[in-house]
């Protein structure tokens, strides 16, 4: 028999739990370094609430929740690999187990598939400006760009359905106001693309997540069996820009469809490009420091919860970059029919 103490104890055991249930938590992937690193040092200041920095291996994931902690940055750390899709899922146990729900989730993860020290214009090193001219103008003459079907597979497979992965994964637990950043860049502008049925598609209002996990599909397919950028997908960083490009789509798509969700309110999905960013996947030849790079996927994180007139005028379902939405569909060249 269980006396009035004891039911006591157990009850006030049981509301602690589900208070803990209800604290908010944010999850950043690819945040052992470069600017998933510094989105999780800043996060940790600023959002109220547990911070997980997610990292595919364990020992340098680990390594990077330490530093932060020595320097006063408190979050917790989960092993998460975006192409392993059971490491995904024991991450969401964790997250429901603890929290009961995610307010904030920021695909960071992935990888560029090429060594920046190497490229080259046919006249000399890309130094910094020149490849602010590249990323806005898909140049048909850089060099020593080796295409390789292996690296193209992998990058499409991290970049895109990497962040698919999670987001197939994870979406379940965002609560009402929960705001999701993708990190993807401007070199996945459709002026990078010159097949006109591709962008098409990519355009299509009614394009469901289904068809543009085909889309990227028949990429891989081409990349098999030849260079994609010598038949009208992007040159310069091919399947990485490719796979931006897809993101970004996804971005808008996600939006749309978690819009119908009466279940739930007020959730926003944001794509951003960072810049040109001087990290180890760029080998530090970016014109902006991380701690620029931080402004517009940390906007887009605290967008005010709420509704009505000033609501509306928050970017949803968008591409930002330096916190200005950009007409991601109108950068296209004048080659491009509209649909």
């Not at 969401?92 to 990888?111: C, P, S």
């Not at 930002?320 to 950068?331: A, C, H, M």
Request: glycine fraction near 8%; hydrophobic fraction near 35%.
């Amino acid at each position: 028999m269980v006396n009035e103490g004891e039911s006591d104890a157990v009850a006030g055991k049981q509301a602690a739990k589900e208070e803990k249930k209800l604290s908010r938590c944010a999850l950043v992937t690819g945040a052992n370094k470069g600017i998933g690193y510094g989105l999780v040092r800043a996060l940790s200041k600023k959002f109220k609430g547990t911070v997980y920095l997610t990292a595919r291996d364990k020992e340098r994931g680990q390594e990077a929740q330490h530093a932060l902690s020595r320097d006063d940055r408190l979050c917790e750390f989960l092993q998460l690999d975006v192409k392993d899709r059971a490491s995904i899922e024991k991450v969401r146990d964790v997250i429901m187990e603890k929290h009961g729900g995610l307010d904030l989730l920021i695909q960071n993860a992935g990888i560029v598939g090429a060594d920046f020290y190497q490229i080259r214009l046919p006249d000399g090193p890309m130094t910094p400006p020149r490849w602010i001219d590249v990323a806005d103008n898909n140049h048909n003459d850089v060099v020593n760009e080796v295409y390789s079907a292996e690296v193209a597979e992998d990058v499409v497979q991290t970049d895109f359905f990497g962040a698919l992965n999670v987001a197939e994964i994870l979406f379940p637990l965002l609560r009402s106001h929960a705001r999701v950043v993708y990190m993807s860049s401007g070199l996945g502008s459709l002026r990078n693309l010159e097949i006109v049925e591709v962008k098409k598609r990519l355009v299509d209002p009614e394009l469901s997540v289904e068809e543009l996990k085909s889309i990227a599909n028949d990429y891989l397919r081409v990349a098999k069996e030849k260079d994609p950028g010598n038949v009208g997908y992007p040159k310069h960083l091919g399947p990485y820009s490719f796979s931006k490009m897809c993101l970004t789509v996804l971005t808008r798509l996600q939006q749309r469809d978690i819009d119908k969700d009466e279940s739930r309110e007020d959730i926003i999905i944001n794509a951003c490009t960072p810049g040109f960013v001087a990290t180890e996947m760029t080998s530090y030849k970016g014109t902006k420091t991380i701690e620029e790079a931080l402004d517009t996927p940390l906007y887009l994180a605290f967008l005010p919860p709420g509704s009505g007139p000033e609501q509306s005028k928050l970017p949803r379902g968008a591409f930002v970059r330096d916190l200005v939405e950009v007409d991601w569909i109108g950068e296209r060249d004048s080659s491009f029919i509209k649909v």
